[in-house]
């Protein structure tokens, strides 16, 4: 009986990590639509006037200027759970998310696939094209053409842009939060069909610094580990 608790906590802990690893990317809206029955339905696609446009143009510009960005996250769930770590992305394609201890996790783009590993068990790998990233890490963004947009609001010093999965085989949403006047993302929320939302804070930001390739490669027998050449 003690081995059989004792291999359902590591099973729940394992789930966890893996879903706290999911939502940092988008990818908790694909997790949640195997793991919940129902829940609610995303809302509709906003009529778009004008204004929205123009931020859509405006945001989709700035992402397919990215070449180059790192710096630190911290990614706060639905619980008020915490954790935070170091990224690095490179466009077109690539992203790295290293977790600090004690959640030993990485999350890895390589241009085709999004990576999420545990140092217990084999990477989970998924389709880019699948994922909210796809439309970030795209060689050509375009928020209104690719995504269905759910929200566009100007706040002050702030834009938000809902999205949700055109397709509809995502559930839930995520919302792109960028700085005002100058345009710079400074965080995304994920929210599930549960309603429930996770939210990923970008800080320490620097531009212009090209990450090595072999931060973007992760192999099956590999674990997670900080750093690596630059």
Request: aromatic share 6%; charged share 25%.
């Amino acid at each position: 009986m003690i081995s059989l608790m004792r291999d359902l906590d590591q099973n729940h802990r394992y789930r966890q990590r893996m879903l706290l690893a999911a939502a940092l990317v988008g990818l908790g809206l694909l997790f949640v639509a195997f793991l919940t029955a129902g829940g609610r339905s995303a809302r509709a696609e906003t009529s778009l006037n004008e204004e929205d446009s123009v931020a859509l143009a405006e945001a989709s510009a700035y992402l397919s200027s990215l070449e180059s960005l790192q710096g630190d996250f911290l990614q706060v769930g639905p619980d008020g759970s915490v954790a935070e770590g170091r990224f690095y992305l490179r466009r077109p394609g690539r992203l790295r998310f290293e977790y600090a201890p004690p959640e030993n996790l990485l999350v890895v783009a390589d241009g085709t696939w999004v990576a999420v590993k545990d140092s217990a068990a084999a990477a989970q790998r998924y389709p880019i094209a699948s994922t909210p990233l796809g439309l970030i890490l795209a060689k050509n963004v375009n928020l209104e053409e690719k995504a269905r947009v759910l929200n566009v609001e100007e706040q002050p010093g702030s834009l938000l842009i809902a999205l949700a999965d055109r397709s509809g085989e995502a559930p839930g949403q995520i919302t792109l939060i960028f700085d005002r006047p100058k345009m710079q993302l400074r965080q995304w929320v994920v929210t599930d069909v549960q309603g429930l939302q996770t939210t990923v804070a970008l800080r320490n930001v620097e531009t212009g610094i090209r990450a090595d390739n072999s931060l973007f490669v992760l192999r099956d027998d590999q674990r997670p580990e900080i750093g690596g050449n630059r």
